[in-house]
C-alpha cells in the first residue's frame, strides 16, 4: 500500500510540473508576443527562470517598465504582463 502511494505521489509531482512548465512556457510566448518592437530587444529580453519550486518569468532589459505601463501607445497601450495573463487564464489545461 505505501509503495503505491509513493508512486501516486511522484505521478501527481511529474504531471504538476509539467503543467508548470506547460503554462510558464505560454506566458513567456505570449508575453514575447504582445512586447511592442522597435529594435526587438525588449521582445529578446523576455527569459524562463527555474528556480527551486518556482519558475519566474523575467525581462532585465532597462525600458521594460516604461512599456508594461503603457508608453508604446500604439502597439502596447495596456502594457503586456495585463493581457498576457487575460489570455492566459482564457485557456484550458489538461
Known sequence: MVQGTRQVMRSLEREKETLHTRVAQDILEVARSKTPIDQG???????????????????RVPYIDELENGHSKKQAPNGILGPTIREITKRSYK
Open 41 to 59: 530587444k525588449a521582445r529578446r529580453g523576455w527569459r524562463l527562470e527555474n528556480g527551486f519550486r518556482e519558475k519566474r518569468i523575467v525581462n
